[in-house]
């Protein structure tokens, strides 16, 4: 029977890879007495849901463009899923480019980590402007919280509005909560508990998932298109958790005069060059240490207590950690977000002032108009 059960090609509802029995190694993996129990899922899934443990998988970018075209060449709804705490990091560029001439609604998801003083309003109209500058033109936007349930309802009524009977697809970067945002429609719409894979770690969904809809449509979820210069790929998996909160972040602010060095952990450095006594508000993971140090002992610290007071990276890591680089920003406008991609962001509140803002090679730091 399990032989046979496997030339059917069987998918594993945790991440839609095709089942197999053959190569503990290879993407599908099941031990065939596996095959028995229902709903199956391939042994990585188990391991994930059931352990937390993570097994790699090599899938490359090449293949995840290629599902994204093969998007585009459909007639359907395509829904995209960012993460509002990394809205510049979780987005994937040339989006429209993709869609043909797909219609896309934008759903912003772990709303519930932003402090709770920030209006809805507000953060969609910010989210409809860089959508803009981003060369994507959205035909609805909302918030929600996958997590919490947050909004979901919402979301599940306007794909309903939105689809006029096409199948639809969710696509999204890794950890941006698109499998759980999935599970919570299908709970929505069908009552059914957690059918997919959701984790905290990067590239959980293998190959496209197939959800049927009651008129013979489907709901289909992508896999997680990685985006590299995150800060999730440069820290280890116990750390990620760190970068992944779960918690409502809390502001914190420093008055600091010029030549004045904040580090987050040892994963990122500001430097305040030029601009009078300011105040600046740091918007990052509750967990992760600030420390607050002269600029001119700036560099002697990061030598000597990185992996240690500046952590992370932890000391076993010191080795592969890519060196900080400096991105040099003049701010010319109040209210600006230095942004480091899966860390966070830094607003400053006045303008005219010179700063250095450090991350590991490869990692995204820009400026936008201020989120909150």
Not at 13 to 34: H, L, M, R
Not at 226 to 250: C, G, R, T, W, Y
Not at 251 to 268: D, H, I, M, S, Y
């Amino acid at each position: 029977m399990g032989g046979k059960a496997v030339r059917e090609e069987i998918t594993c509802v945790g991440c839609g890879a095709v089942i197999q029995t053959e190569n503990p190694g290879e993407v599908g993996y099941t031990p065939p007495s596996a095959l028995l129990r229902e709903p199956v899922i391939c042994q990585r899934c188990f391991r994930l849901k059931n352990y937390n443990e993570i097994q790699d998988v090599a899938l490359t970018d090449a293949d995840f463009l290629k599902i994204l075209h093969g998007v585009g060449e459909t007639d359907s709804l395509i829904v995209k899923i960012v993460d509002i705490f990394d809205f510049n990091g979780s987005w994937i560029s040339g989006i429209q480019r993709f869609a043909g001439n797909n219609p896309i609604l934008l759903v912003a998801n772990k709303a519930d980590i932003l402090p709770k003083s920030v209006k809805e309003q507000k953060l969609i109209q910010w989210m409809q402007r860089e959508a803009k500058e981003n060369g994507l033109k959205p035909i609805d936007i909302f918030l929600v919280s996958s997590s919490r349930g947050q909004g979901v309802k919402e979301v599940a009524e306007a794909i309903e509005h939105y689809r006029e009977g096409k199948d639809v697809y969710v696509v999204g970067c890794t950890n941006v909560g698109k499998s759980t945002f999935i599970n919570r429609i299908i709970k929505e719409v069908a009552g059914e508990q957690d059918l997919i894979t959701t984790s905290h770690y990067p590239g959980t969904t293998l190959d496209l998932i197939e959800i049927p809809l009651d008129d013979g449509s489907a709901l289909y979820d992508t896999p997680g298109i990685i985006n590299h210069h995150q800060m999730a790929h440069f820290v280890n998996q116990d750390d990620l958790k760190l970068l992944s909160p779960k918690k409502e972040i809390k502001p914190k602010v420093f008055q600091l005069n010029e030549e004045q060095t904040l580090f987050f952990g040892g994963l990122a450095r500001f430097d305040f060059i030029h601009g009078g006594r300011s105040t600046f508000t740091c918007y990052i993971p509750n967990e992760l240490y600030i420390h607050r140090t002269k600029l001119e002992q700036a560099d002697t610290l990061y030598e000597t207590h990185r992996g240690e007071l500046l952590s992370p990276p932890r000391p076993d890591q010191l080795e592969d950690f890519p060196e900080l680089v400096p991105h040099v920003f003049t701010i010319k406008q109040e209210k600006t977000d230095i942004v480091f991609s899966g860390l966070g962001w830094i607003t400053v509140n006045e303008p005219n002032k010179k700063i250095v803002a450090y991350a590991p090679k490869g990692v995204y730091v820009g400026l936008r108009n201020s989120l909150i």
